[in-house]
């Protein structure tokens, strides 16, 4: 089959990379000059970074088994983190069960509770019993105000704003679950691919190319073409005018609100679903700076009068002298359009934050400061709401040959790569089963995974 796969970021990549596994023809287009999306990295200090931070954890294993069949399982290194928790005007650390029993902003028994209730959920399998749940109403009833109003309430409103209330509970499961799969001795480790995410995405486009897929980037797709209610082909545009593309079948892996624009002509009740997911914005203000603001890696910021929900040190998780002997730190925020912060350049939003740093750091100044990076992602983040199973749409679209596949049909898995690697083999094994086409037993799960919910709806089972 010629099958033309649209978006560049690692769902497209991988779902290309599977194809050609197959046997397939691919040709894949992104719009942006680079691929990557959200894992695409720049330059600093004769190293690379990412423009949104990313780790792996080490049930990563979707993500762990495109590395090692890239020839890259040499390159990824795993680390010990430092986690912390900025409330009441100071860091506590947050890494080990010591940590919790010392955490003072809570009493001695909601820290007893506050960490068998996280052991609980990291345990915990049957989420589908919690998918009408709202997430705050859970943690308001079975951890208490106090936790609610000081550990997890703050994180959940920091993430989602105003729509906290509508959050599931299985989102916020997810969470917990997955940090307690990473963790070896009651410490979390994480991993890391030596030079960047960006050697991965490297790797995966000279496999690609080498197999003989097509890679157009950057490129311009006005449409998808369907005629008799069949996905014939792309639309392109360019400079000589539009010109149309035939194709057997498409992929698109954009987001929700995108999909309707390439497909306007989609029933109804598709587009419904499409249009009810609504997503907050990725703000990641990169510094880069001659000094540390802190000791730790992952700050998780609880007290919700700072306008970012997290201040990432990149530098103490990978050795300054990975960039120039440079300190990183990512401050991350998730946010509505219609948020006053929105629309704020980077030097705009570090004024807005700056009073904030000397909290985290009373000797704080702006002249540690050597560079700015503002990076935004309009899909940042899926806001998942209760009875969200309900609300996925199907990646077999309403037109013949036409399938989607993106980040709002993880769940209950949250974005992330390793998840974007597994979804794409999802819909690879879809694609060739509605082909009439056999799927290597390799490629099927032993057992349904929990985050390939949908593979019996879909008429996929192992």
Same mark, same amino acid.
């Given at each position: 089959?010629?099958?033309?796969?649209?978006?560049?970021?690692?769902?497209?990549?991988?779902?290309?990379?599977?194809?050609?596994?197959?046997?397939?023809?691919?040709?894949?287009?992104?719009?942006?000059?680079?691929?990557?999306?959200?894992? *695409?990295?720049? =330059? !600093?200090?004769? @190293?690379? &970074?990412?423009?949104?931070?990313?780790?792996?954890?080490?049930?990563? /294993?979707? +993500?762990?088994?495109?590395?090692?069949?890239?020839?890259?399982?040499?390159?990824?290194?795993?680390?010990?983190?430092?986690?912390?928790?900025?409330?009441?005007?100071?860091?506590?650390?947050?890494?080990?069960?010591?940590?919790?029993?010392?955490?003072?902003?809570?009493?001695?028994?909601?820290?007893?509770?506050?960490?068998?209730?996280?052991?609980?959920?990291?345990?915990?399998?049957?989420?589908?019993?919690?998918?009408?749940?709202?997430?705050?109403?859970?943690?308001?009833?079975?951890?208490?105000? *106090?936790?609610? =109003? !000081?550990?997890? @309430?703050? &994180?959940?409103?920091?993430?989602?704003?105003?729509?906290?209330?509508? /959050?599931? +509970?299985?989102?916020?499961?997810?969470?917990?679950?997955?940090?307690?799969?990473?963790?070896?001795?009651?410490?979390?480790?994480?991993?890391?691919?030596?030079?960047?995410?960006?050697?991965?995405?490297?790797?995966?486009?000279?496999?690609?190319?080498?197999?003989?897929?097509?890679?157009?980037?950057?490129?311009?797709?006005?449409?998808?073409?369907?005629?008799?209610?069949?996905?014939?082909?792309?639309?392109?545009?360019?400079?000589?005018?539009?010109?149309?593309?035939?194709?057997?079948?498409?992929?698109?892996?954009?987001?929700?609100?995108?999909?309707?624009?390439?497909?306007?002509?989609?029933?109804?009740?598709?587009?419904?679903?499409?249009?009810?997911?609504?997503?907050?914005?990725?703000?990641?203000?990169?510094?880069?700076?001659?000094?540390?603001?802190?000791?730790?890696?992952?700050?998780?910021?609880?007290?919700?009068?700072?306008?970012?929900?997290?201040?990432?040190?990149?530098?103490?998780?990978?050795?300054?002298?990975?960039?120039?002997?440079?300190?990183?730190?990512?401050?991350?925020?998730?946010?509505?359009?219609?948020?006053?912060?929105?629309?704020?350049?980077?030097?705009?939003?570090?004024?807005?934050?700056?009073?904030?740093?000397?909290?985290?750091?009373?000797?704080?100044?702006?002249?540690?400061?050597?560079?700015?990076?503002?990076?935004?992602?309009?899909?940042?983040?899926?806001?998942?709401?209760?009875?969200?199973?309900?609300?996925?749409?199907?990646?077999?679209?309403?037109?013949?040959?036409?399938?989607?596949?993106?980040?709002?049909?993880?769940?209950?898995?949250?974005?992330?790569?390793?998840?974007?690697?597994?979804?794409?083999?999802?819909?690879?094994?879809?694609?060739?089963?509605?082909?009439?086409?056999?799927?290597?037993?390799?490629?099927?799960?032993?057992?349904?995974?929990?985050?390939?919910?949908?593979?019996?709806?879909?008429?996929?089972?192992?």
């Amino acid at each position: 089959m010629k099958i033309a796969v649209i978006g560049g970021g690692v769902l497209g990549m991988a779902a290309a990379y599977e194809l050609l596994k197959q046997g397939q023809q691919v040709a894949l287009y992104e719009r942006a000059p680079v691929l990557g999306g959200q894992v *695409r990295t720049f =330059d !600093v200090g004769g @190293g690379r &970074l990412e423009c949104f931070y990313h780790h792996l954890f080490t049930s990563d /294993v979707d +993500m762990i088994d495109l590395i090692h069949d890239l020839g890259l399982s040499d390159n990824l290194t795993w680390i010990p983190s430092r986690m912390g928790f900025f409330h009441g005007g100071r860091i506590h650390n947050f890494v080990t069960p010591m940590d919790l029993l010392r955490f003072s902003p809570i009493s001695i028994v909601d820290r007893v509770r506050l960490g068998l209730l996280a052991l609980y959920l990291g345990r915990f399998s049957n989420w589908e019993k919690l998918e009408g749940v709202p997430a705050q109403e859970w943690i308001t009833r079975y951890a208490g105000k *106090r936790i609610s =109003d !000081v550990v997890w @309430g703050p &994180l959940l409103r920091g993430k989602f704003g105003d729509a906290a209330r509508e /959050v599931g +509970m299985v989102w916020f499961w997810g969470k917990v679950f997955l940090r307690f799969s990473s963790r070896k001795g009651g410490r979390e480790t994480l991993g890391y691919p030596k030079g960047s995410f960006g050697t991965i995405i490297e790797a995966l486009e000279r496999r690609i190319r080498d197999m003989g897929g097509e890679v157009h980037a950057p490129a311009q797709i006005n449409r998808i073409v369907v005629e008799d209610g069949r996905a014939v082909g792309l639309e392109l545009g360019g400079e000589g005018g539009p010109t149309v593309r035939r194709f057997d079948r498409v992929l698109a892996t954009v987001p929700s609100y995108v999909f309707p624009r390439l497909a306007p002509e989609l029933p109804a009740a598709y587009l419904e679903k499409l249009q009810r997911v609504r997503y907050h914005t990725a703000f990641c203000l990169i510094l880069v700076m001659k000094r540390p603001l802190s000791h730790i890696y992952w700050l998780n910021v609880a007290d919700r009068t700072i306008p970012f929900v997290a201040a990432i040190e990149q530098t103490n998780f990978m050795p300054p002298e990975q960039y120039g002997g440079k300190h990183i730190v990512y401050l991350s925020n998730y946010l509505p359009k219609t948020h006053p912060l929105y629309a704020k350049n980077a030097d705009e939003m570090f004024q807005e934050f700056l009073p904030h740093l000397r909290r985290i750091n009373s000797q704080f100044d702006p002249s540690w400061v050597e560079e700015m990076h503002l990076f935004k992602d309009e899909a940042g983040q899926p806001i998942i709401t209760t009875n969200y199973l309900k609300q996925i749409p199907e990646h077999r679209t309403p037109f013949r040959d036409l399938w989607l596949a993106n980040t709002t049909q993880v769940y209950p898995e949250d974005r992330g790569t390793n998840y974007s690697v597994r979804l794409a083999r999802k819909v690879v094994i879809l694609m060739l089963r509605d082909a009439g086409l056999d799927v290597p037993a390799k490629m099927l799960p032993g057992r349904v995974p929990r985050s390939l919910v949908g593979l019996e709806r879909e008429g996929l089972t192992p």
